[in-house]
């Protein structure tokens, strides 16, 4: 292109991110950065993502952390998510719970089912009670949230705690939707 501006730059750099090629992402920022174009709100929400596609975790903080020091731009809750993504997936569950509870705007139950998923796979039940807490505030009939913490106690072998929600379940009236799938035979 003749001329580059903030959205040709910020479609490369969210494109390579979402196709996982953080290093393209993080060189086409550079490249912004060299030619005088000022990052965006967009412009994070790539870069971030980038970071949790790649699993950089001090690259990620660096670069939150620069959003409003550097160039005056407050995080919003895509930014939120990515961190707490990029934090849970790092294994960094205390931290990730304090960045959700230092937010300026409300947590999202996208920003809460980051923070769940990371707990499932590091088995912090303690962490993943209370953000089921938080997500069945928002959402009380959300059937998925009382399977994921079943499945953990299960995995855990706390069997009481397994038949306790259910019984949360059954008295709130909340019923787990059966999967279901579909195989076509035909060509």
């Known amino acids: 292109m003749a001329e580059r501006n903030t959205a040709s730059w910020n479609a490369m750099i969210c494109g390579l991110a979402v196709h996982g090629h953080a290093e393209e992402a993080f060189r086409l920022f ?13 412009t994070f929400v790539g870069v971030l993502s980038a970071c949790c596609h790649a699993g950089l975790l001090e690259v990620g903080k660096e670069i939150f952390l620069s959003m409003k020091r550097v160039y005056g731009i407050e995080p919003g809750i895509e930014h939120y998510g990515c961190m707490v993504n990029l934090l849970g997936r790092g294994g960094k569950l205390a931290e990730a719970e304090e960045l959700i509870n ?3 705007c409300e947590p ?3 920003v809460l089912g980051a923070l769940l998923g990371a707990c499932k796979d590091h088995g912090n039940i303690k962490v993943a009670e209370k953000v089921v807490k938080k997500m069945l505030h928002m959402e009380p009939q959300n059937h998925g949230v ?3 913490l079943s499945n953990m106690y299960a995995g855990a072998g706390s069997w009481a705690d397994v038949l306790r929600l259910r019984e949360e379940m059954k008295d709130g009236g909340v019923k787990k939707i059966p999967g279901w799938s579909l195989v076509n035979g035909n060509k």
Do not use: F
Not at 30 to 42: F, G, S, T, W
């Open 30 to 42: 550079q490249e912004m950065q060299k030619a005088k174009i000022a990052p965006n709100y967009v």
């Open 146 to 148: 009382y399977v994921l």
């Open 102 to 104: 230092g937010m300026l």
């Open 108 to 110: 999202d139950i996208v």
